[in-house]
């Protein structure tokens, strides 16, 4: 018989397909549909992340300005010598590592502390204070510091009237006083920390607690029970915080240009780094060695953090963990 004599049902029967090749066009589905949920993202991350930092590591060997991009030339290593002899560069590198001395422990202390107080069995109206404790953290940051600069005000503040009234003395000037302005920081900063006091009384209630059962039958007093049982279970949420508080310290923006108007008055105490290189690359319009700032200051954040990440593993206890 011919090959064309085969019967009908035999010519047009589909190829018997194996499960291996089922297998691999199911991957290959799976691969292509992922790409195209996360295609939004690549998109994003490359048009408006990407694409800006490479363009902007271009700018550091251009003497670029904003008033007059077409007389942009190279420059070469010009921007980072300047770095070398700027100032106010000094100065900014200064006031942000002495705010950072500060700011930085308190933003895991203070948070700690409170979660701490709001974990305890005997706290009347927990819910209540977890509440208040966290709805600041709600408030838009910009009310905030407009709320703190009258809240603050050395004449018609009320913590001066407090002060006068209560304790009988005559408060400071917080906001032009190179020495008081930076409690008025912190105290702008301790307002916000609801958010980190939250993540870490959830972690405090996830720690088993038979732990702290066997604990106290052993006779450790609570000190120890929380040195040696709560702050190595929560450890990874401590670092969490730590993390999103250095993020925070290398973007630390608003509160001095606002209060200020990025002048950074008085004598230069609130002159950071952000304020620097805002400063100099859109109020003087230097984008060339502005974009050089952004730079340094992106190699600062990742030296900071890479210490930070490699040292975490000394201190930073995982449940998983095993020796």
Known sequence: MAATDKPKAQLYAPPVTTAKA???????????????????????????????MVASLIFTFTDLKLADPSATQFVGLDNYRKLLNDPDLKISLWVTLRYALVALPLSVIIPLSMATLLNSKNLWAKRLFR???????????ISVI????????????????????VLGIQGPDWLYDQFWIYPALFIIGIWTTGNAMLTLLASMQTVPTELY????????????????????????????????????????????????????????????????????????????????????????????????FVTSQYWVFYSGDRD
């Not at 589905?29 to 996360?38: H, K, P, T």
């Not at 009258?150 to 009237?161: E, V």
């Open 131 to 141: 509440t208040l404790f966290y709805m600041p953290y709600m408030i838009p940051l």
């Open 213 to 308: 059962e066997a604990a106290r039958v052993d006779g450790a007093s609570p000190p120890t029970i929380f040195r040696k049982i709560t702050l190595p279970m929560i450890s990874p949420v401590i670092f969490y915080n730590l993390v999103l508080s250095i993020i925070g310290l290398f973007r630390y923006f608003e509160v001095p240009y606002v209060i200020k108007n990025g002048s950074g008055d008085p004598g230069n105490a609130t002159l950071f780094f952000n304020i620097h290189f805002f400063r100099t690359a859109f109020r003087f319009q230097d984008m060339g060695y502005g974009a050089t700032l952004a730079w340094l200051l992106f190699v600062i954040a990742m030296i900071v953090t890479t210490f930070v």
């Open 22 to 52: 089922q297998r691999m066009s199911l991957e290959k589905s799976q691969r292509l549909w992922g790409w195209i949920f996360l295609s939004p993202w690549v998109i994003g991350f490359t048009a408006f992340t990407l694409i800006p």
């Open 146 to 165: 407009y709320i703190f600069s009258g809240y603050l005000n050395a004449n018609s503040g009320w913590l001066n009237r407090f002060m006068d009234s």
